[in-house]
């Protein structure tokens, strides 16, 4: 009987390729077969970030994610999951490739949920644009007895704002189309003044504005807002 | 006139040598100062993860940290940043290790205070034991429209209990003498049965236990517990 492959979730960073842990990069470049997100048309930020390390004897499996978002992915992700049982079953590793760090609002688990019960599996962390971007703006974020919350742009209004309302030090994530509405929110709350926005940290388009100077139209998913402690002033 | 050295903050993983990233690791073998958070008996976790990548050519700082918590560290950093400037002045770059992200509840951002208005610095993010936690512990923490809660168990009972009924996810940090109350809060919220304790996440010493079968004296600073968003179940 063949012994079935081990199954890793690779946390690959937030867009610069130096920002690979040595862990990563020694699985990258040693597993027969790698998986990686998609876009319909072919995008793959994952591809990109990791192309300097991939061999030409490596298998690629590209994982194909709707365009449409309203669409579900979970068929997507079913079909993908086959592809990889495939390899995992004849014995070959197969290396799933995450932006940032896998297991936060990362799509390798998706993955994770279907085959993890049924393969050797493990994931290797990987550097979160939320943590790369405090560092890309050159502000500490948190220190002492601050309470980091980290929010999705996609709550509806009323959350939104009720969870902005009683935070020391916050990263606003996925914030694209949700960013007037976060900006209203902001001013209304006095805190559009600590807000330092960025988007796409480390890539090469990186990109950093003064967030009462942004177009609310040109705000890409890839972006953040940071609203560091307070108490850095004083450190 | 010599040019001025660099000072970069890097940030060098919770604990495994191998979860550097691949930059952090180029920086550290290539400069010629590094520098370290040290305790008061000699001890430093920063330069124990770090050991493998030193070179015997390079100079090594030592920053001396109070053992005694109530001592404030502040006089200990204003010794440090003196000697990091004595080199930075000659024209020699300096790293100061830092573990986990530096950003993050950090100690380098005493150090960023201090010398960044002076000096060319860049920070190299790292992996925060935070994230680094769920992916030892196997469990997905976030995913599309959950808040994620960093809350430090340093806090007091009644802030503490404020902050924990509201999250969606939490990670709780710094638990060391601390476990019980946060122990006491859990159960009386009804949050203990999700809860997932870790301690020295990737370090060697690394160990998970049932939080009920926990001993409150024998959790070290260096632990956490992590509570995942209700929704992984339904992934």
């Not at 760090?101 to 019960?117: A, H, T, V």
């Not at 599996?121 to 050159?138: D, F, K, N, R």
């Not at 502000?139 to 980290?150: A, F, K, M, Q």
């Not at 902005?164 to 902001?186: E, P, S, T």
Request: with cysteine.
């Amino acid at each position: 009987m063949t012994e079935l492959g081990k199954l890793y979730g690779l946390g690959i960073g937030p867009g610069d390729p130096e920002l690979l842990t040595l862990k990563a990069h020694r699985i990258l470049t040693t597993v027969p077969v790698i998986a990686y997100p998609t876009s319909e048309n072919g995008k793959s930020l994952a591809r990109a970030i990791a192309a300097d390390f991939i061999g030409s004897d490596q298998i690629e499996i590209p994982m194909y994610l709707p365009f449409n978002i309203q669409e579900s992915s979970q068929p997507y992700y079913d079909q993908a999951a086959q592809q990889i049982t495939q390899h995992l079953k004849i014995g070959q590793d197969v290396a799933v490739l995450c932006e940032g760090e896998p297991m936060l609002y990362g799509s390798f688990m998706y993955i994770f949920q279907r085959l993890s019960g049924k393969f050797s599996t493990e994931v290797v962390p990987g550097i979160s644009s939320i943590m790369a971007s405090t560092a890309m703006l050159g502000v500490p974020i948190t220190y002492r007895n601050d309470v980091l919350s980290v929010i999705p742009a996609t709550l509806d209004e009323v959350k939104l704002r009720d969870r902005l309302a009683v935070v020391d030090a916050v990263v606003i994530i996925k914030l694209g189309r949700h960013f007037a509405k976060v900006r209203k929110i902001l001013d209304e709350l006095g805190l559009l003044h600590r807000a330092l926005y960025i988007e796409r940290a480390t890539q090469t388009e990186q990109r950093i504005v003064n967030i009462t100077e942004l177009e609310p139209t040109e705000v890409p998913y890839w972006s953040l807002i940071l609203i560091p402690s307070h108490f850095s002033d004083q450190l």
